[in-house]
């Protein structure tokens, strides 16, 4: 099975693994490897090549020399392989040494981001017939979907108050604005406070924000009739 780093087709392998062979075969040293395992690294990319040549020869090419070219090309990935990724994760061995042997340069870890120290304002943009319309953001002036660095969502919470010691409710995370927040006709005339906190892609959260209290308007409509509902 040809790996990640190696061409399916076997012309383009077998170019890959004979400058891969030579390379290191010639810089033993720089590349940390024994004579032994360059010996049979050459080796068995060599046997590969000899079997391919057979395989591709219309003289001598049939079902053995291609059974044996894929079991040749199986063993000179594996040996490829085995010195492979212990070059490319050796911190020692630069990066144009690794591309001058075909080694792909492994990407920088991604470093963790800590929470934000800011919280997400919060905002009320309209009052509707059922429910509410918020808009958050990092100040009253910011515009777009603003958010600090490495957050990926804000998270909404609400309670009543007239709920007293009853927990904050999640609302749901949300990455766009504005916000729409439906209510049902029995909590018309209820006063809700909306809390919001930055949330980051490994789920860390900041601090809270500003409590934004609102009153709550809920109403059902008849054909023809709007009716106010009692708490």
């Not at 001058?100 to 997400?120: D, F, L, N, T, Y």
Request: hydrophobic residues 40%; contains cysteine; aromatic residues 6%.
């Amino acid at each position: 099975m040809a790996r990640g780093y190696m061409s399916r087709q076997d012309a383009s392998a077998l170019s890959w693994m004979l400058n891969f062979a030579h390379t290191i075969g010639a810089r033993q040293e720089t590349f940390k490897v024994s004579a032994e395992e360059s010996g049979t690294l050459q080796s068995s990319v060599e046997a590969f090549e000899t079997a391919k040549t057979l395989a591709s020869d219309p003289a001598t090419r049939g079902l053995r020399t291609v059974f044996m070219k894929n079991e040749a090309r199986q063993q000179a990935e594996r040996a490829c392989a085995a010195l492979y990724l212990r070059i490319k994760f050796d911190r020692t061995i630069s990066d144009d040494d690794k591309l001058s042997a075909g080694v792909r340069i492994p990407k920088p870890a991604k470093q963790h981001v800590a929470p934000p120290e800011s919280a997400p304002l919060l905002m009320l943009m309209s009052l509707e017939p059922d429910g509410h319309i918020l808009k958050f953001g990092l100040s009253e002036s910011s515009t777009g979907h603003a958010k600090p660095e490495g957050v990926t969502s804000m998270q909404l919470f609400r309670h009543f108050e007239d709920e007293p010691g009853v927990e904050p409710v999640l609302v749901g995370c949300f990455t766009r604005r504005p916000i729409r927040v439906n209510y049902e006709p029995r909590d018309n005339g209820r006063t809700v406070t909306y809390l919001a906190r930055w949330m980051t892609r490994r789920g860390e959260t900041g601090p809270w924000g500003n409590a934004l209290r609102a009153p709550v308007v809920a109403v059902s409509v008849t054909p023809g009739v709007v009716q106010r509902q009692a708490a």
